[in-house]
């Protein structure tokens, strides 16, 4: 009760919220009394993502903007700012993947595409919104960390690992700038979780793809059972600089324990 009490009046903007782990985020903030702002790159999936959130009225609205680009993050800034009156929690979610290629056969376009969404994006937003709140007085910026932010890699996605491991440095930098301005900056560790990214990472040939569906099946978890506990864990975190992980190490290891006992298809 009292977490819901305390929610109530959050305002919470998430990037790249229309599909997969972000739109689920909306729905699991909406669910503990937040306000949500929603963000597509495109009019047709933002307004398929509201529609789905439909029964939350007017506590959910949606914002096509291009996150990759500073101009996008300030115009979903101020979007949220028009429809809700301010920002809270800004959850950089919003990523993209790269084709299952060593680095050198990926064209230039491809590389910067992964670059200035899954770096630019989350330094310009973060930048940003932390301007303003600084401000304000106060607010909560989190950035999602992924494959690569542990050190942990996989053939094929290099240029994507790249981001996420600069991803988790320059949220903990940028954390002990900000120390004592009244923004907190942290990151959000969701794990693996079954969307249209991590079914992607299994479209390669042989036994490879046999291999990662393995691992995935004993590792992975869906979009609901991931956003509800980041989403309850953002809302209790007190912390200057949080590190919200869901896949910690021992529930790594009962995953491993469990096993065994487990059948699991997320690619049937």
């Known amino acids: 009760m009292n977490l819901l009490i305390g929610a109530m009046e959050k305002v919470v903007v998430i990037t790249g919220s229309s599909r997969g782990l972000g739109l689920g985020l909306a729905a699991r903030f909406l669910e503990a009394g937040c306000r949500v702002m929603v963000n597509g790159s495109s009019e047709e999936s933002t307004e398929r993502a509201v529609g789905s959130l439909k029964a939350f009225g007017g506590k959910v609205a949606g914002c096509v903007a291009d996150v990759s680009k500073p101009e996008g993050i300030e115009v979903l800034f101020a979007a949220a700012g028009r429809t ?47 301007r303003v709140m600084r401000k304000a007085g106060g ?52 794990g693996m979780v079954v969307t249209d990214m991590l079914r992607g990472t299994v479209m390669v040939d042989g036994d490879e793809a046999a291999r990662r569906r393995r691992f995935f099946n004993v590792m992975a978890d869906d979009v609901e059972t991931v956003s509800s506990f980041l989403c309850r864990k953002v809302l209790a975190s007190k912390s200057y600089s949080p590190r919200i992980v869901w896949l910690s190490k021992p529930r790594f290891i009962s995953k491993l324990f469990l096993a065994p006992f487990r059948r699991r298809d997320f690619f049937a």
């Open 84 to 130: 809700f009156g301010r920002v809270d929690i800004w959850i950089n979610n919003a990523g993209i993947t790269q084709r299952q290629v060593p680095a050198w056969e990926l064209g230039t376009d491809e590389i910067n595409q992964v670059l200035s969404l899954d770096i630019g994006g989350v330094v310009h937003g973060t930048i940003i919104p932390f």
């Open 139 to 190: 607010g909560l910026i989190l950035n999602m960390e992924g494959l690569g932010s542990d050190g942990f890699m996989m053939a094929g996605m290099t240029i994507y690992g790249t981001t996420k491991s600069a991803v988790t440095y320059f949220t903990r930098s940028f954390a002990r700038e900000a120390s004592g301005s009244g923004v907190r900056v942290g990151t959000m560790s969701p």
